[in-house]
């Protein structure tokens, strides 16, 4: 790994041999930001540390009144589960770096596979969970209960995720939960916690998520508005995108 890049600050060493990976970063709906830290909360995991790099936005979390650093490690070794959980974007122009320095940890602790969570902008409210993999013969794992995202694009860092994945021959899935616009969507995030349970049995219960929907897209607003500005400008962007994206 270059430090140069990324710090993996631990206060404790993972206990799982071969653990899942889901990492949740905010994005469109902030659905893998919300979904991942929900896990993190019911299934009461424990912390093991944090990444630092000099390409994330300056900002510290307060939890509980206590500063926390945004990109954060757990781990529950009931479930064979480590998650990386984050509440600050990543900018496009650093993606590519940042993704391939947290492959490189997941290769570091050994892990089996990854599980990258997003949200995916669609016309309709169906609540869908859209999925994809980075081997062909991962689709049959994900194919009951989601729909298979035959031709788009992954963008940010979970496309950077996902194709690092891909070059390492790292068995990942990203799962996508529908929403109708870019706004914190926890409805969304249900879902796609829902559609783990499924997957790998994790039996989070999501009834508290629901009852508190309306109270987390008030509170995740303000994350939101730091999202937006760190949007690219026009110049930055990459030109021919397909209008599902992530």
Partial sequence: ????????????????????????????GLVGNIASQ??????????LGAMNS?????????????VNMPVRIYEDPSKGLVV???D????PLASYDIGKEIVSWAESINVKEM????????????????????????????????EIFEIGTITGITGSIMNECRIRNLPAICLLGETASAEPDPRAAIATVETLNKIYKLEVDTKKLEEQAEQIELQMSQLAQLMKAATPTPEEQMPGEFPMYV
């Avoid at 000099?54 to 206590?66: D, I, R, T």
């Fill in 115 to 146: 599980v990258c969570l997003a949200g995916i902008t669609v016309m309709g409210e169906q609540r869908r969970v859209f999925a994809a993999a980075s081997q062909k013969e991962l689709l049959d794992k994900i194919k009951d209960g989601t």
């Fill in 84 to 86: 990386l959980t984050a």
């Fill in 38 to 47: 929900y896990i993190v909360h019911e299934r009461k995991m424990t912390y």
């Fill in 54 to 66: 000099k390409f994330f936005p300056p900002l510290a979390v307060l939890l509980g009144g206590v």
């Fill in 88 to 91: 600050i974007p990543i900018h």
């Fill in 1 to 28: 790994m270059d430090k140069d890049i990324i710090q993996v600050v631990l206060e404790k060493e993972p206990s799982i041999d071969n653990p899942v990976l889901i990492e949740g970063f905010p994005g469109i």
